[in-house]
């Protein structure tokens, strides 16, 4: 699946989900975008996942099973973000 974001500034933001859930517990984003911007992405973790983890390059973060991961930075073409559900 895929959405589309109009950026305020201008501009489009593309972000598209690759997962074979529930064959696997992964589930990539990928960003497509002309340009640089900054963008807010709010990731919902289910309450069942079981050590999930949300990685973006280098970056890790701690999410939480039942809450919402927040990534907050410039997104340019070809960024990823990759969330394992369960560990």
């Known amino acids: 699946s895929s959405l ?4 305020t500034t201008g501009g489009i933001i593309k972000l598209i ?3 074979s859930y529930p064959a696997s ?7 497509e975008t002309n340009d640089s911007r900054f963008l807010n992405v709010f990731i919902r973790i ?6 999930p983890t949300v990685a973006h390059g280098n970056v890790k973060y ?3 099973p039942g809450e919402y ?8 073409d070809g960024d990823e973000i990759k969330v394992v559900l369960k560990n």
């Open 46 to 51: 289910p309450t069942w996942a079981v050590n």
């Open 62 to 64: 701690v999410p939480h």
């Open 4 to 7: 589309i974001h109009h950026h």
């Open 17 to 19: 989900q690759e997962t």
């Open 69 to 76: 991961c927040q990534i907050s930075r410039m997104w340019k």
């Open 25 to 31: 517990n992964e589930i990539m984003l990928k960003c």
